[in-house]
């Protein structure tokens, strides 16, 4: 069955850490471009980080950059989100997202107490 699983998510208090992962299931997952993406109430979807498909480059929106760090495991067809010194602005569901013949996972929710 063609999915995206994310997990990983749940309440922490402001400068602490979290760690998402995002299990691919029924695709190549090597062959695809990944993104994390997140969304809070009312607004649209915003793209967090981004992942060659080999891993071999990177990108991160400006307000994650220093903090978040995007990885993959192709043998493990999982992708992750390192999140570390985390704040308020932080709390979103977290999306994990393949742009190529779009599909995404059903989200994850990460709570920053400040």
């Known amino acids: 069955q063609l999915q995206l699983v994310e997990s990983g998510g749940g309440l922490v208090r402001a400068g602490g850490s979290l760690r998402l992962s995002c299990a691919a299931y029924?695709?190549?997952?090597?062959?695809?471009?990944m993104a994390w993406y997140r969304q809070t109430p009312g607004e649209e979807r915003q793209l967090v980080a981004f992942?060659?498909?080999?891993?071999?480059?990177?990108d991160y929106a400006d307000s994650v950059k220093g903090r978040f760090t995007i990885s993959r495991d192709n043998a493990m067809k999982t992708m992750y989100l390192q999140m570390n010194s985390l704040t308020f602005e932080d709390t979103a569901v977290y999306y994990c997202?393949?742009?190529?013949?779009?599909?995404w996972g059903q989200g994850t929710q990460v709570t920053v107490s400040s």
């Open positions: 029924g695709f190549t997952f090597s062959a695809y471009n």
């Open positions: 997202h393949r742009p190529t013949y779009p599909l």
């Open positions: 992942i060659t498909h080999a891993g071999e480059n990177t």
